[in-house]
């Protein structure tokens, strides 16, 4: 199977299931919702919107099958109109007493949203790559993939067939990998990152190789040629895109494998290092300490302090393969 270095990123980071809602909407209507502390999507399973975001200087049109995404802590209104005054989010599921709710005759808007609660650790790696704030609109190329999303998101939540609850975690997987796939795809220049390098079709054959067999010792004229360029050019071209040279990619790709590697108190440092392709434990520690701030024990303490559980007894897969998010939404049927 080709290593694909999307997923293994998107794995390393650990998507958890979270308590997500929707409500159904008719005649004047705004809610507010609060900053969140985690990347929040939402979309627009029926009628339409106004959208405004903290920080941004305009609202936004929401339209049937437009998807949102908020990877920012900014408060956001939904509303019918601009003039009606918002009412809390909060105070309305929390009078509801469940995850959905309806205002007024709920006749003629329908909203579901949820959340992603990436690992506190790897986490970062997918929050330092996006933007605030994600738009992708139902007139998009990916509009058909959206639009079937979300028709079964709200099919499977309205007839509680046997399995509902995972077919709803699958398909809730899948609609995040599309918002990314879609943002990759239609937002332009993307500003230097692994996001942007993971696009570039030119770098592509060194990013596998180097996802593909992290511990091995790659050099720069393999992964160029791999590529089909000078050492120069592939060098040139590869730090303008990713944001950082290809070997100190691929040392800070095997730092986040370490970190994950480390969650194990059962696994020995030296068994750490080896696996990633250091001949020595200190080798290994100082490689470790320049990019992280700490030695590999400091760290494995500060996880231990912090009470954080045993993450795994290996290092991730880097063989690519389907990311593990199991995403639960709660969805409303249309009326």
């Known amino acids: 199977m080709t290593t694909d270095p999307f997923s293994d990123i998107l794995k390393l980071t650990q998507a958890r299931s979270l308590v997500t809602g929707g409500f159904t909407a008719g005649g004047p209507w705004a809610v507010r919702f609060p900053a969140p502390d985690k990347i929040k999507f939402f979309a627009v399973v029926k009628g339409k ?14 339209e049937t099958g437009d998807v949102g995404l908020l990877s920012a802590p900014r408060w956001s209104i939904l509303s019918s109109d601009l003039e009606t005054e918002p009412i809390e989010a909060m105070d309305i599921f929390s009078r509801a007493g469940r995850s959905t709710t309806q205002l007024a005759n709920g006749n003629e808007f329908a909203h579901v949203g949820g ?13 330092d790559v996006l933007p605030p704030w994600i738009h992708i609109k ?4 990916q509009a058909a993939v959206f639009s ?33 796939r879609a943002h990759v795809a239609s ?7 692994w996001l942007r390098a993971l696009s570039d079709a030119r770098i592509a054959p060194a990013l596998r190789l180097m996802h593909e067999s992290p511990a091995r010792s790659w050099h720069l004229e393999d992964l160029a040629h791999a590529c089909a360029m000078s050492r120069t050019t592939f060098a040139s071209h590869f730090k303008a895109v990713a944001g950082v040279a290809p070997l100190t990619y691929l040392t800070n790709w095997r730092m986040r494998l370490a970190e994950r590697a480390l969650g194990d108190d059962a696994t020995p440092v030296s068994v750490v290092a080896q696996t990633l392709g250091y001949a020595s434990e200190s080798a290994f520690s100082h490689a470790f300490k320049r990019i992280t701030g700490r030695s590999p024990k400091a760290y494995r303490t500060a996880l231990r302090l912090a009470g954080r559980p045993t993450i795994g007894r290996d290092l991730p897969s880097t063989s690519g393969g389907a990311i593990d998010l199991t995403l639960a939404v709660e969805t409303l049927q249309q009326d």
């Open 49 to 62: 919107c106004w959208v405004r975001l903290e920080g941004e200087p305009e609202p936004v049109r929401f």
């Open 115 to 127: 959340h992603v609660l990436l690992d506190p650790v790897s986490g970062p790696l997918l929050l």
């Open 138 to 141: 139902a007139a998009s190329p």
């Open 148 to 180: 079937w999303l979300l028709d079964r998101l709200v099919e499977e939540r309205a007839a509680g067939q046997p399995g509902s609850q995972l077919a709803s975690a699958q398909l809730s997987q899948l609609l995040f990998i599309e918002i990314l």
């Open 187 to 193: 937002s332009g220049p993307l500003n230097a990152g």
